[in-house]
């Protein structure tokens, strides 16, 4: 029971980790958090990687696939 409870505090602690750490680094801070809840050992690829350099890339929603149908709502 106890390794459940480590893993979850863990994975809790990993996420907001990487979420702060991907906003740092200009990269998509959404993706790292989850990514890095469900294998916190992503957080040292997070580490390793670059600061992301240029504007903030746009974050496409459901409806931004160009499809004029949707384009209604």
Same mark, same amino acid.
């Given at each position: 029971m106890g390794y459940i409870?480590?893993?979850?505090?863990?994975?809790?602690? =990993?996420? %907001? +980790?990487?979420?702060?750490? =991907?906003?740092?680094?200009?990269?998509?801070?959404?993706?790292?958090? =989850?990514?890095?809840? %469900?294998? *916190? *050992? %992503? +957080?040292? =690829? %997070?580490? +390793?990687?670059?600061?992301?350099?240029? *504007?903030?890339? *746009?974050?496409?929603? +459901?409806g931004d696939d160009?499809?004029?149908?949707?384009?209604?709502?």
């Amino acid at each position: 029971m106890g390794y459940i409870v480590v893993w979850g505090v863990t994975a809790i602690a =990993a996420a %907001l +980790l990487a979420g702060i750490l =991907a906003n740092m680094k200009n990269r998509d801070y959404s993706s790292w958090a =989850a990514w890095c809840f %469900l294998l *916190p *050992p %992503l +957080l040292i =690829a %997070l580490i +390793l990687t670059p600061k992301h350099e240029g *504007p903030r890339t *746009p974050r496409r929603r +459901l409806g931004d696939d160009g499809d004029r149908d949707r384009d209604t709502f």
